[in-house]
């Protein structure tokens, strides 16, 4: 059987085949969106990024020259209530750590409440603070969610408090929603970094972008190179590219912005990412959901291209890897 035809038939992401504990990376939907403040459907994100991974076709990536199609296994959406937040973190957190301790996997939001939820499974299996990369037009260091201590937009504060991530390791890029300037600037407070929407409008090219991929990998080498985690909230790009989501925030980042970083963030310990809050009911021409889909690719052939993230949780050898891409 050709792949070409293996993968009109699959209906995983880029056609992998369901549940396989021998391939190294993995997808896992999380379909929750019941901690939303704007406009919900989330839920179905997982869905739409997996549709839309098909048109990446035999995935061979143009720059890194690997596909990695015979690498993965997508175990569809995890089973998770929507009744609350509380169930769906009980419900979320076993499953996870399973999971992220048998492959490297990148989770398929969902709105960006399930982060908390993997940050606390990855602290469990790894045993250390986590160093964090997260794009987001939203700072989520907000203190409450409309009077409950936990939603969409708080996991970043309730991460550091609990000691799931380094500050000194931890990057966010593309903010500039309205909030307190002490929700705002948290993170740098706390000793992080933030490169925000307005300081990082008209770069594009690699070189421009250069100071932001320094920096997180000063941060990672200062802080003993602790295991790397990648969130990216789809609404770090501004809503002309990428409507489809629930609280989209004008005058953000181009897609080949977010592109020519995660290109250019080798050769650093990452362990797992998640592409968050695609609510595919807001999207047009599933431009949002394709931009979600391309940046997983990515992700992906940019760890296989050059080993990373072949270390301890993923009980997986690089010579398995290797092997495969011979
Ligand atoms: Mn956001």
Not at 3 to 29: C, K, M, N, V, W
Request: net charge negative.
């Amino acid at each position: 059987m050709s792949h070409e035809f293996a993968y009109l038939t699959q209906s995983g992401f880029l056609g992998a085949p369901a549940a396989l504990p021998d391939r190294p990376y993995a997808i896992a939907g999380v379909a929750y969106d019941g901690a939303t403040t704007n406009r919900p459907g989330a839920r179905f994100g997982p869905a739409a990024i997996r549709a839309a991974s098909h048109m990446l076709c035999d995935a061979e990536h143009d720059l890194f020259g690997v596909s990695p199609r015979e690498v993965l296994t997508d175990y569809g959406d995890l089973l998770t209530p929507n009744t609350s937040l509380v169930a769906m973190r009980a419900a979320l957190e076993g499953q996870a750590q399973g999971l992220l301790e048998r492959h490297h996997v990148c989770w398929l939001g969902g709105d960006h409440s399930i982060t908390l939820s993997l940050l606390r499974a990855y602290r469990a299996a790894l045993g250390r603070p986590l160093a964090l990369v997260h794009f987001d037009a939203h700072c989520d260091t907000w203190t409450s969610h409309a009077g409950e201590p936990s939603g969409h937009g708080t996991w970043v504060y309730e991460a550091l408090t609990e000691g799931l991530i380094d500050a000194r390791a931890t990057t966010q890029i593309g903010l500039r929603s309205p909030g307190s300037r002490e929700a705002r600037e948290y993170v740098r407070a706390q000793g992080g970094s933030i490169f925000d929407a307005r300081s990082l409008r008209g770069m594009t090219r690699l070189a421009d972008l250069e100071p932001v991929l320094s920096d997180i990998r000063e941060r990672v080498a200062a802080g003993g190179s602790p295991p790397l985690y990648l969130s990216l909230d789809i609404d770090c790009l501004d809503p002309g590219f990428a409507p489809g989501t629930g609280t989209p925030e004008p005058a953000g980042l181009l897609p080949s912005q977010v592109a020519t970083l995660l290109e250019g963030l080798i050769g650093l310990p990452f362990v797992g990412m998640d592409v968050v809050e695609v609510a595919p009911a807001y999207d047009h021409a599933e431009q949002t959901s394709q931009l979600a889909a391309y940046f997983v690719w990515t992700y992906l052939c940019a760890r296989l291209a050059t080993g990373d993230g072949l270390d301890p949780p993923a009980r997986v050898l690089g010579a398995v890897l290797r092997k495969r891409m011979r």
